[in-house]
């Protein structure tokens, strides 16, 4: 059974930062693509990061994304958060690195002004 747990959600202060985990179970971790996703309340999810089958780190703005194949867990590091950021925050695996197939229950993160 595949399972994919965030943790490391939580509130924080615009202007701080948190790191989000994804540790998957019941899949052979190296050979999925991976991402991040996000939906906050009233909106439709978007993707936030995706990180390859091996796993090159990626920036983009505020967030980074890496993994460690060696131990099933993927990261999403997001600094200068700000009130928009709020959100459920979900990790997914792709076989392919375009269709998500395996999800996450998410994790909440909340920025206050």
């Known amino acids: 059974q595949v399972q994919l747990v965030e943790s490391g959600g939580g509130l924080v202060q615009a202007g701080g930062s948190l790191r989000l985990s994804c540790a998957a179970s019941g899949l052979t971790f190296s050979s999925y693509a991976m991402g991040w996703f996000r939906q906050a309340p009233g909106k439709e999810r978007e993707f936030v990061l995706g990180?390859?089958?091996r796993g090159a780190t990626s920036t983009k703005g505020r967030f980074t994304i890496s993994r460690d194949n060696a131990k099933n867990t993927m990261y999403l590091r997001m600094n200068n958060l700000k009130p928009e950021d709020t959100a459920a925050y979900y990790c997914?695996?792709?076989?392919?690195?375009?269709?998500?197939?395996?999800w996450g229950q998410g994790t909440q993160v909340t920025v206050s002004s």
């Open positions: 990180i390859s089958r």
């Open positions: 997914a695996a792709s076989s392919d690195g375009t269709n998500y197939i395996y």
